[in-house]
């Protein structure tokens, strides 16, 4: 039909990556070296995705190290000064929302990630 948009669900998905990616922040310095040294920890809902959910920890990793920033705010419990808001792909290409803070236990610092699929 003219006028109609013609785009596949998976143009569509691909189309909206793009944008996402280009508007949104890039992850800090400090959470990449983080995930890249396996210094991370799980809350229990992850922990426990990690087994019965879809994504393992390389959906997981990739999702934080290829994502973007959607969002920074104050830690309100004060374990840590931020939780970042971030979402990315896994590695088939689905998007994964994940949530962490960095905080420090015997002088070491951690990123403390909880997530779940983006529908």
């Known amino acids: 039909m003219p006028g109609k948009n013609c785009w596949s669900d998976k143009e569509k998905i691909v189309k909206n990556h793009k944008l996402w990616y280009?508007?949104?922040?890039?992850i800090p310095i400090t959470i990449i070296k983080l995930i890249s040294k396996n210094q991370f920890g799980f809350s229990e809902k992850a922990?426990?995705?990690l087994f019965d959910g879809q994504f393992?920890?390389?959906?997981?990793?990739n999702s934080i190290l290829y994502g973007r920033l959607i969002k920074k705010e104050r830690d309100e419990a004060g374990t840590s000064t931020y939780w970042y808001i971030i979402i990315g792909p896994s590695k088939s290409g689905e998007l994964v929302y994940s949530?962490?803070?960095?905080?420090?236990r015997n002088g070491k610092e951690y990123f403390l990630i909880t997530f779940h699929e983006v529908y």
């Open 47 to 49: 922990y426990l995705q």
């Open 99 to 104: 949530c962490g803070k960095i905080i420090r």
């Open 56 to 61: 393992d920890l390389v959906d997981l990793k």
């Open 22 to 26: 280009t508007i949104f922040m890039e």
